[in-house]
């Protein structure tokens, strides 16, 4: 009977110490110590699970870092429309820029296991007079297929001309 009455002692400090330990956390206010920005575009090979613009406080709450002005990107290559068919050669690790050889709506096709996208994903039908972005990021063959979207064909005006077809092969060493 008094192994009972300390056993129920005991575990009733115990729950009120729990308690008091959770309202503690509950009620404090950590700060996080912020980690530092990465300076490369991350690998192709593994998907974050947290977007890169996005950090994970002390508390269960999503925060967005603020944004800045985009710095321009650097390209190692230019592919211009005198570039379409004809081998291009690179290294993995480098930058290509294909420019657009209109203000056009494109479709665009190429390997993602050879190259990564740079350009925005809202940008790849119209980049704008920068064009598309990519790295170079495992040695292979692709090929930068752009074709053009057709305007829709309205009335009793001319229709636009048709769609444009660019292909712009590339080799990458490693």
């Known amino acids: 009977m008094r192994e009972n009455k300390f056993f129920r002692l005991r575990l009733s400090e115990l729950a009120i110490g729990l308690m008091l330990s959770l309202l503690l956390a509950a009620c404090s206010t950590a700060t996080p110590t912020p980690?530092?920005?990465?300076?490369?575009?991350?690998s192709h090979t593994a998907t974050p699970s947290v977007l890169p613009s996005?950090?994970?406080?002390?508390?269960?709450?999503?925060?967005?870092?603020?944004?800045?002005?985009?710095?321009?990107i650097r390209?190692?290559?230019v592919l211009?429309?005198?570039q379409h068919q004809q081998e291009t050669t690179v290294?993995?690790?480098?930058?290509?820029?294909?420019?657009?050889?209109s203000d056009l709506s494109?479709?665009?096709?190429y390997r993602s296991e050879i190259l990564l996208a740079l350009t925005p994903a809202d940008k790849l039908k119209q980049p704008g007079t920068e064009g598309w972005f990519f790295r170079v990021i495992a040695p292979g063959n692709t090929t930068i297929q752009l074709e053009s979207i057709a305007p829709p064909c309205l009335g009793p005006m001319p229709c636009p001309p048709n769609i444009m077809r660019l292909q712009f092969p590339i080799k990458a060493l490693p």
């Open 35 to 42: 980690s530092p920005t990465p300076s490369r575009v991350p």
């Open 54 to 72: 996005q950090i994970l406080t002390s508390t269960p709450t999503l925060a967005a870092l603020p944004t800045t002005a985009a710095t321009p």
């Open 75 to 77: 390209a190692d290559v």
């Open 80 to 82: 211009s429309l005198a």
């Open 91 to 101: 290294k993995v690790g480098q930058i290509l820029n294909v420019q657009s050889p």
């Open 106 to 109: 494109w479709n665009i096709g």
